[in-house]
Structure formats: C-alpha cells, structure tokens
C-alpha cells in the first residue's frame, strides 16, 4: 500500500468554509446549495439504513441505540437530522468556527451532539467506530483523498454503513458548480477545485483499496419541477455506500 500524510486537513480549505460558519444555518445564505441538497441526501441515507439494519421503515428512530459520525459536518446541516433519527451523534469539523456554530445551533434545538474540531485522523487513531458513517460533499476537499477514505474505514464499525457524496468531474458539473454557480455568487467563490473532483470510478478504486466494498451508487442531479433528487445521471454529483469487505 502506498504511504499516505498523517493530516487530511488542507487549512486553506478549512479557513474557507471557517469563514462561512455564522451564515451556515441561513438558508438563503452561503450554504443555500447545501440547504436544497440535503432533502435529498437525507431521502437517501434514510433509504439504506433501513435497508442495511433492517429498520421499520415506517419508524421515526431508526438509529436508536447507534453511534452515527458526520465527517465534515460544517454547522451542523446533517447531524442535527441523524440526532433526530435516534443516533448518538458525534460531527467533526476542521474548522473550530464551524463547531462552534454547530454547537450553538443544536443547543438551541435541545439536541445533544458531540462536536470536535479537527479531521478523520483524531478519531481512526483513538479506536473510535461508528455504526454510521456519512461525509457528504468534503472528500473533493482534503489534502490526501487515500489517507481520508482510510480513515473513514478505520472508524467504521463491524457490520456498520459508510455513505459518501461527492461532485463528478464532468464538465457538467464544472459548468453548474463553477462557471454558473461560483460565477453568479450562488455559491461561494473558491469554494470548489474541479481538479479535486473524483470520478465514481476514483472513488470506488480508493474505497476498495481501504477494504470496503460499494453495495449502492446513484446520481444525485436536479431536476427543473423537484429540485435535487436522487437517481438518474451521475454527471454533475453521486453518492455511494459502502460496507467492510
């Protein structure tokens, strides 16, 4: 196996998304492309843990008495939905300004969520696991993909579910992500480097070389009358799951 850095955290990309901590929560703010992502994203994650821990899929708390760990989780946006679900929730964030809000937000909600500044490496070194483990929309920005997709393994519990989402690198997504989207101020500028960006194939090549194995994939596209749905084409953004192999 090829050597990997110790330190998935690239600190340019942390100050960036640190900067956008207080506007987080806004949906017509900086994060609104994730506030309109995270519908159906959650669809999804809903969909295969009833699948995989044969959940009542009819059940309000369907990780009841599971640990769950967001990977990236900014101010919040996922955990807070995964809580709510019945999981005991830890997010983790290289941005302190993003815990921070994270941690005032779900306060403010009655939620108890263990947040912690800092990135995968602190939890995979401390013999921590996860029956859940989500990062939706942050591999394309670490400093060492390999090292990060190691990590999320690392903390995965036996038995446990990995779910990631990541734009593709397409021109598509180049197009709307950059282009339209950075070039019109939908969505910050800088936030993302289409070079950065894995194709479904990258990503399932660095999954299985951490031990895991993909059981799900799918398109994760808008549509002009519902907004973000999943299915379909995978050419602007995807999500994969995965188990141990």
């Not at 809580?83 to 009655?110: F, S, Y």
């Not at 950065?196 to 990258?202: A, G, I, K, S």
Request: charged share 20%.
């Amino acid at each position: 196996m090829a050597e990997h850095s110790t330190d998935t955290i690239d600190p340019a990309e942390a100050a960036h998304f640190g900067a956008l901590a207080a506007d987080w929560w806004d949906p017509k703010g900086s994060s609104a492309m994730l506030h309109r992502l995270n519908p159906a994203r959650l669809g999804y994650i809903r969909d295969q843990v009833d699948r995989h821990f044969d959940a009542d899929p009819l059940s309000f708390r369907p990780l009841e008495g599971r640990r769950a760990l967001d990977v990236g989780c900014g101010a919040g946006l996922l955990c807070e939905p995964l809580a709510r679900l019945g999981a005991a929730v830890t997010g983790i964030d290289a941005a302190p300004e993003n815990v921070a809000a994270a941690k005032a937000h779900a306060g403010g909600q009655g939620l108890a969520i263990d947040y912690r500044a800092g990135g995968i490496e602190s939890l995979a070194g401390a013999g921590e696991r996860f029956d859940l483990v989500t990062s939706l929309e942050v591999i394309e920005h670490v400093a060492d993909p390999a090292a990060f997709v190691a990590g999320l393994g690392g903390v995965l519990a036996e038995g446990g579910l990995l779910i990631l989402s990541t734009p593709n690198r397409t021109l598509l997504s180049r197009l709307a992500l950059i282009t339209i989207g950075e070039g019109t101020g939908r969505i910050p500028r800088g936030t993302h480097h289409w070079s950065q960006f894995l194709r479904p194939e990258e990503l399932i090549a660095l999954l299985e070389d951490a031990g895991l194995k993909v059981i799900d994939r799918t398109g994760l596209r808008l549509s002009p009358t519902k907004g973000f749905v999943t299915g379909g084409s995978e050419a602007m953004d995807y999500l994969v799951t995965a188990i141990r192999a």
